[in-house]
Antibody, heavy 119, light 110 residues
Framework: EVQLVESGGGLVQPGGSLRLSCAAS????????MNWVRQAPGKGLEWISY????????YHADSVRGRFTISRDNTRNSVYLQMNSLRAEDTAVYYC????????????WGQGTLVTVSS | QSALTQPRSVSGSPGQSVTISCTGT?????????VSWYQQHPGKAPKLMIY???KWPSGVPDRFSGSKSGNTASLTISGLQAEDEADYYC??????????FGGGTKLTVL
């Protein structure tokens, strides 16, 4: 059974940093591309970050580029999201998601972790 | 990276059919046959319902169907059931390993 378990969310002040982790199981993690998707309270889904199988290729949405960094550790079956210079508008549930080959669609979602940016 | 355009809400009675549209551009929906649809119940994570415009993942009933014409994709749900009431999001591949979502549509089963 595929499982994606996010952790690391919480309350942080504007300008602060947070690192999200996602532990994967139930599939060959090192064979799949991964992403992070977020959802602000009462709002829609927003794709924010992609990482290739080896971690050599990453992409970020314009809204987080330069502030967020996605990475992965295939030895630990984990993907991470380092979030710096956080803003109030970054408040959201952050989902770790597993992708199809070549990232054409998302085929499994974690349960999400809530990040709240507030003073 | 502009969001795809979906109606904010649709509704239908049990047994009826409803269609949700998803309009993008030639850089996303119109440029690739990689539109997917997700169902999200309140407080839950989204679930894949349709991928590659019109394909079903294992376990998804064939009451859900997808199509695309030009820059607009559509999700049709036939034989509406109470449990279909949820938010639905379209998503398109937008090149260079990036994805773009629609704003979401709330489906109400009357």
């Amino acid at each position: 059974e595929v499982q994606l378990v996010e952790s690391g969310g919480g309350l942080v002040q504007p300008g602060g940093s947070l690192r999200l982790s996602c532990a994967a199981s139930g599939f060959t993690f090192s064979s799949y591309e991964m992403n992070w998707v977020r959802q602000a309270p009462g709002k829609g889904l927003e794709w924010i970050s992609y990482i290739s199988i080896t971690g050599s290729t990453v992409y970020h949405a314009d809204s987080v580029r330069g502030r967020f960094t996605i990475s992965r550790d295939n030895t630990r079956n984990s993907v991470y999201l380092q979030m710096n210079s956080l803003r109030a508008e970054d408040t959201a549930v952050y989902y770790c998601v597993k992708s199809s080959n070549l990232n054409y669609y998302i085929d499994f979602w974690g349960q999400g972790t809530l990040v709240t940016v507030s003073s | 990276q502009s969001a795809l355009t979906q109606p904010r809400s649709v509704s239908g009675s049990p047994g009826q059919s409803v269609t949700i549209s998803c309009t993008g551009t030639s850089s996303d929906v119109g440029g690739y046959n990689y539109v997917s649809w997700y169902q999200q119940h309140p407080g839950k994570a989204p679930k894949l319902m349709i991928y590659d415009v019109s394909k079903w993942p294992s376990g998804v009933p064939d009451r859900f169907s997808g199509s695309k014409s030009g820059n607009t994709a559509s999700l049709t749900i036939s034989g509406l059931q109470a449990e279909d009431e949820a938010d639905y999001y379209c998503c398109s591949y937008a090149g260079s390993y990036t994805l773009v979502f629609g704003g979401g549509t709330k489906l109400t089963v009357l």
